[in-house]
């Protein structure tokens, strides 16, 4: 048990109690809960799966997994016949006590939770204890969160945004997306730090795409959100609570988190410092822009424009753990069902974007639009390799003349011959 020291004056009994208390209330919850394939299980259960005390090692409860987790655990189809998860699979939570310095009432009733209506037992002083002492869910990784999301645990668990004894997490100067990217940059091994104002390479079958993150990360002209300003962001690795109840609003507010976490994660690749344009096609170049932990908006175009005449929003919402897709363009939203069910299988935007490129009837009323849109991207490209050319070409006579050295202006590269 967190926290518990032995020269403690408290009654450890009354502590371990509440602590069977919770996981039996927990357990109850799980066994009653529909029981569907393992992955729906883990994404959709409100408590994920639930794995049981064994051998002094607390409960576990998996409440996220990503279709790429389950495929680098080949174990995890085995599980889902003998109903236990391989190690290391998703991200969990256990359960554990730790010190505060307020005083909350735990439930020591194992019987909390009423089967008949899926609802809560009132706390009485005969099936509570009052104690300096609350109830914590750990995390198997530190999650990188939103200022947003912390504002809604606090204000699920304790009614404020604001009690000092029990901060979730500090929160950072740095913005959401760029803590997201450290994480991803250390699995990755790659020690640059270019931070957001910078553009990321992910290689495809077929396909390269460059990601550009500004710093103006706000959805310009969301339909369902408003501009808002940057979401500075920290890492929770436990969250307080002093309810059973309170594990649903706790694991529905990180699910969330960590869909977004996932889909902009996808995003990030090898940092690149400099694009040469003239050697990139154009419509594998994106602008990324975001509205922490609900929309992230892709734009096709230069990775420099602010805004663009077709975007594809990613969305997440609270109630369903599948982002959707759907696409602006011309004063149009249309959502698309067909990318929501391969972003469903995936949770990555380069590959659903990939197969945007490869079939764009996936774009369903959208399509003729984005054909029209490649096709002008296309002429503005011949246009541009045309002028560059010629640039080129008098670069050549000028160096040839014995005149100083000539610059192509978008262009990574000197003449030197």
């Given at each position: 048990?967190?926290?518990?020291?032995?020269?403690?004056r408290?009654?450890?009994?009354k502590?371990?109690?509440?602590l069977?208390a919770?996981?039996?209330?927990?357990?109850?919850?799980?066994?009653?809960?529909?029981?569907p394939?393992?992955?729906?299980?883990?994404?959709?259960?409100?408590?994920?799966?639930?794995?049981?005390?064994t051998?002094?090692l607390?409960?576990?409860?998996?409440?996220?997994?990503t279709?790429?987790?389950?495929?680098?655990h080949?174990?995890?189809?085995?599980a889902?016949?003998?109903?236990?998860?391989p190690q290391?699979?998703?991200?969990?939570?256990?359960?554990?006590?730790?010190?505060?310095?307020?005083?909350?009432?735990?439930?020591?009733d194992?019987?909390?939770?009423?089967?008949?209506?899926?609802?809560f037992?009132?706390?009485?002083?005969?099936?509570?204890?009052?104690?300096?002492?609350?109830?914590?869910f750990?995390l198997?990784?530190?999650i990188?969160?939103?200022?947003?999301?912390?504002?809604?645990?606090?204000?699920y668990?304790?009614?404020?945004?604001?009690?000092a004894?029990?901060?979730?997490c500090?929160?950072?100067?740095?913005?959401?997306?760029?803590?997201?990217?450290?994480?991803?940059?250390?699995?990755?091994?790659e020690?640059?730090?270019?931070g957001l104002?910078?553009?990321?390479?992910?290689?495809?079958?077929?396909?390269?795409?460059?990601?550009?993150?500004?710093?103006?990360?706000?959805?310009?002209?969301?339909?369902?959100?408003?501009?808002?300003?940057?979401?500075?962001?920290g890492?929770?690795?436990?969250?307080?609570?002093?309810?059973?109840?309170?594990?649903?609003?706790?694991?529905?507010?990180?699910r969330?988190?960590?869909?977004?976490?996932?889909?902009?994660?996808?995003?990030?690749?090898?940092?690149?410092?400099?694009?040469?344009?003239?050697?990139?096609p154009?419509?594998?170049?994106?602008?990324?822009?975001?509205?922490?932990?609900?929309?992230?908006?892709?734009?096709?175009?230069?990775?420099?424009?602010?805004?663009s005449?077709?975007?594809?929003?990613?969305?997440?919402s609270?109630t369903?753990?599948?982002?959707?897709?759907?696409?602006?363009?011309?004063?149009?939203?249309?959502?698309?069902?067909?990318l929501?069910?391969?972003?469903?299988?995936?949770?990555?935007?380069p590959?659903?974007?990939?197969?945007a490129?490869?079939?764009p009837?996936l774009?369903?009323?959208?399509?003729g639009?984005f054909?029209?849109?490649?096709?002008e991207?296309?002429?503005?490209?011949?246009?541009f390799?045309?002028?560059?050319?010629?640039?080129?070409?008098?670069?050549?006579?000028?160096?040839?003349?014995?005149s100083?050295?000539?610059?192509v202006?978008?262009?990574?590269?000197?003449?030197?011959?």
């Open positions: 048990m967190c926290g518990v020291s032995a020269p403690c408290m009654d450890k009994t502590v371990f109690q509440a069977m919770t996981e039996k209330v927990l357990l109850s919850i799980a066994e009653s809960s529909p029981q394939p393992l992955e729906d299980m883990i994404m959709n259960n409100p408590l994920g799966h639930v794995s049981d005390r051998a002094g607390p409960m576990k409860l998996t409440f996220f997994v279709p790429i987790d389950a495929l680098h080949p174990a995890f189809i085995s889902e016949k003998i109903g236990c998860l290391g699979l998703g991200v969990s939570g256990k359960v554990v006590f730790e010190k505060s310095l307020q005083l909350f009432n735990l439930s020591l194992p019987n909390l939770f009423n089967r008949s209506n899926a609802n037992f009132p706390l009485t002083n005969q099936s509570s204890v009052r104690l300096p002492m609350t109830l914590m750990q198997s990784e530190s990188p969160v939103c200022g947003s999301v912390v504002d809604q645990l606090h204000q668990l304790f009614g404020s945004t604001t009690i004894e029990q901060n979730i500090q929160m950072t100067t740095a913005h959401i997306n760029e803590l997201i990217a450290r994480k991803k940059k250390q699995t990755m091994q020690q640059k730090d270019i104002e910078s553009c990321y390479c992910v290689n495809l079958p077929e396909q390269r795409h460059y990601y550009y993150m500004p710093v103006n990360t706000t959805v310009p002209g969301s339909v369902d959100f408003h501009p808002k300003p940057l979401e500075l962001g890492f929770v690795s436990k969250v307080p609570f002093i309810h059973p109840g309170n594990i649903f609003n706790i694991i529905t507010l990180l969330k988190q960590l869909v977004y976490n996932t889909l902009v994660s996808s995003c990030i690749g090898i940092s690149v410092k400099d694009i040469a344009f003239d050697t990139l154009v419509e594998h170049v994106f602008n990324v822009s975001t509205s922490p932990p609900e929309v992230i908006s892709v734009c096709i175009g230069d990775m420099k424009a602010k805004e005449n077709f975007t594809v929003e990613f969305y997440i609270d369903q753990t599948r982002p959707t897709v759907r696409v602006k363009f011309a004063n149009q939203v249309q959502n698309l069902p067909h929501s069910q391969i972003l469903a299988r995936c949770f990555s935007i590959i659903t974007l990939r197969a490129f490869k079939k009837s774009l369903c009323g959208a399509a639009a054909q029209l849109y490649r096709q991207v296309f002429q503005f490209m011949e246009r390799k045309m002028g560059t050319s010629e640039k080129i070409e008098q670069d050549k006579s000028l160096l040839l003349n014995g100083q050295k000539a610059v202006p978008g262009i990574k590269r000197k003449w030197t011959e």
